[in-house]
């Protein structure tokens, strides 16, 4: 079961938000949350709210056990920037891109392996066809 958790118009680049998602990636999500929780970068804050939305989603709306979580994928995609114009000498202006981002993160529950069927193996199963192994004579019956 994927749960899906989206943060949309984030005032951060994703350059720089794209570093801490890479690090979370592939992890389960309790060490993900000690990562996030001790990376000093805004990005990591903004991140691990993401993360533990969809921990929530996943417990409450899919049923699902959190410790069994584990991050498929941290995407950070670009959102509309905003563009602005600062004096500069002569006459001229210069752009100042302010860049946003979309935060996008998809947990996977790892399913309890289910437990494969051992053959076991058949005793020697006596029936009526064989014959049955006749007894040993002894002495006292000689």
Do not use: C, W
């Amino acid at each position: 079961m994927e749960v899906k958790s989206t943060t949309k118009y984030v005032r951060l680049s994703p350059k720089k938000a794209r570093d801490v998602a890479r690090e979370i990636q592939g992890l389960p999500v309790s060490t993900a949350l000690d990562i996030l929780t001790f990376t000093p970068k805004k990005a990591a804050q903004l991140i691990g709210k993401t993360l533990k939305t969809a921990i929530a989603d996943a417990e409450n709306n899919f049923s699902l056990d959190t410790s069994t979580l584990i991050i498929k994928e941290a995407v950070i995609g670009s959102a509309p920037t905003q563009r602005r114009f600062k004096p500069r000498a002569k006459g001229s202006a210069g752009p100042i891109l302010r860049r946003s981002s979309h935060i996008s993160i998809t947990l996977v529950g790892s399913a309890p392996e289910k437990k494969k069927k051992v053959a076991r193996k058949s005793a020697a199963k006596t029936t009526d066809d064989t014959p049955a192994a006749a007894p040993a004579a002894t002495e006292e019956q000689a």
